[in-house]
């Protein structure tokens, strides 16, 4: 089995580090100000990353698909948090694709490397995501995608 996990609101917690404008958007500039060393590294874990613990002790993949751009710091913070991963899909920097549409590109791409379709590839995988459009949008094309916000709470349940 294939574990496909998004990182902020679902794995990390770094809403310390987010910023959000009156219409519900993300402030980028603020999120890239504040992407250094010292605020990723005062991020928390949520429940889910116990998740991926057990998953990948258990011999499952463990995919990595995020629109944040990965930097050095962010590969750090995963190996200080014991977050062993196969594959790290992330947003190429300068990229404004839309998250859902960049997940579902970069998820496709990946599937076509391991030389899976996407049908099997979408039979033999499972991910968490905290984005309802994200949600939505691979669901309809065949992924099995749960709401990392719903996960969270009911693991700390």
């Known amino acids: 089995m294939r574990y496909i996990f998004d990182l902020d609101h679902t794995v990390i917690d770094s809403s310390h580090r987010q910023l959000t404008r009156a219409d519900g958007s993300l402030d980028l500039d603020h999120w890239i100000a504040n992407n250094t060393r010292t605020k990723i590294m005062a991020d928390s874990l949520l ?3 116990t998740q991926w613990r057990k998953a990948y002790a258990k011999g499952s993949e463990i ?3 995020t629109a944040r751009v990965i930097g050095e710091h962010d590969h750090e913070f995963l190996r200080i948090h014991r977050l062993p991963y196969h594959a790290m899909l992330s ?3 300068g990229a404004t694709t839309s998250d859902d549409l960049l997940k579902l590109v970069a998820l496709r791409r990946y599937a076509q490397r391991i030389g899976k379709s996407w049908a099997n590839f979408c039979a033999t995988s499972i991910m968490w995501d905290d984005n309802e459009n994200v949600q939505k949008t691979l669901a309809t094309r065949g992924l ?3 709401n990392a916000i719903i996960a ?3 693991l700390t349940a």
């Open 47 to 49: 429940p889910l990353a």
């Open 63 to 65: 995919v990595v698909c």
């Open 91 to 93: 947003r190429p920097q």
């Open 144 to 146: 099995i995608v749960h």
């Open 152 to 154: 969270n709470k009911e």
